[in-house]
């Protein structure tokens, strides 16, 4: 039997789930949520391994848009912790806290730092020439940040980093430096040492669930259930049929139609399973490109490794971008005498390489870099893989993008979501994506108003 619903939306990741929330507190009708894993919480929740619960790779909850917190709190209430965040960016063989410290900088200097050190503020009096006297136009993701911070700084801080969560700097937008590195010079980033500065780059605290990622996100389907909304698990969409201003969504379990369509699974994935969408389309929606990501998880039998929640490994010779204790974020997750540590690899790079190198190449590099002591003595590693997790911002995104949403717009179909927008976004931004869209649908808003409200979903910024 073919049930109905007003709304559909595929896929229950924390767009889906804020989406259903807010359609119903809106009262918007019935909602039925699809999904195709046994999970709700997409890459943002958590899993059991024996008596562990640990994320997928680390999230905070914290947010810098008005509101958004105490929506997180009203959703998991006392559960979600305050957590004074401690973190680091491991560079020149030294650990330094971020936001950086001019004194601990100055307190830990070595030869090799001094000299680099030394050759920052030339190479920026370079840049200052060069595009504030000369007027060069900083058009792409290297001139944004050596326009700001001098070819010397951008060299150790951010060429390595985007080469190993992105693609060649070469390749890449200027967007994507604006979204992630929301300091745009080395004087912005000094100033974040002051209170006034600190609040635009650093989540000094933030929520943590107190059972993980996964306790918010099953709050959260609690929430939606509780209003009548359906989740249905174990459901990949499989087709999408548009007939008679309706629309027909076929899984591998069954079949479902619906007045409003939402997808939040990527964008090219949606393409796909549409059977409306032209020939060329499709060629479009496969020039989105995405970079994969393994974790390797290190368990240890003593309470605790590093001392920050999380280290970022800026250069290119490390094969990890990020280590995170799952403990740091929230004690309650790992038994008390042990412990786990996430290593985080999206070098396109390292990710080519069959599973057993790339654990042996992050264990060398974890004793190069000796923050983590005695990491051979890990009792146990377990290791995970995930396709298309970070979209890359090349120089070609947006007018791909701008093409396939354009598309969907002439079919009444509404797209969200980290993958779904291709938007490089936070839980956060996912949560104002679900209220834009809630808003808009109440108004009963033409489809001109919906592309001047999305419109801010450019802006979004990721805060560490
Ligand atoms: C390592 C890492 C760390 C991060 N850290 C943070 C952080 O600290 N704080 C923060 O706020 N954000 C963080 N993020 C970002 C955050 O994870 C995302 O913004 C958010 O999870 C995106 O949610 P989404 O619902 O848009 O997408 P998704 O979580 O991808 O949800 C899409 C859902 O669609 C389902 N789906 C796909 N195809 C189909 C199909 N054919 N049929 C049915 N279902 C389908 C998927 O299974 C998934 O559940 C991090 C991301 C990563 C990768």
Known sequence: MVQEFDTIILGAGATGLFTARELLNKGEGSVLILEKNSFVGGMASSFQHKDFIIDFGPHKLFSLLPGVMEEFKSINGENNLIVKKVNSLFFLGKKFQFPIKPVEMLKNISLRTAYNGAMIPLSLAKSLVRYNLLGKKDETFEDYLVKGFGRRAYKILFEGYARKVWAHPDELSKDIAEIRIPVPSIGSLLKSTNKEGQVKINASEFYYPKYGMKQFMEKLAESIESKGGEISLNQKVVLVEKKGGMFSIRTDEGAYICKHLVSTIPLESFVDVYSRSPEEIKEVSTRLRYNDLSLIYLFFDKPQVITDNWIFFPEIEYSFNRLSEQKSFSPHTVPTEKTVLCVEITNPEINKLPKEQIVSRAMEDLAKAGVVADAKEASEKLFLRFNKVYPVYDKHYRKTVHRLIHFLDTEGIVSL???????????????????????????KGTIEDWQRAREKFAEYRIVD
């Open 417 to 443: 979501g980290r993958n779904g927008m291709f938007n490089y976004n936070n839980i956060d931004h996912c949560l104002d994506m679900a209220w834009t869209y809630s808003t808009w649908r109440l108004a």
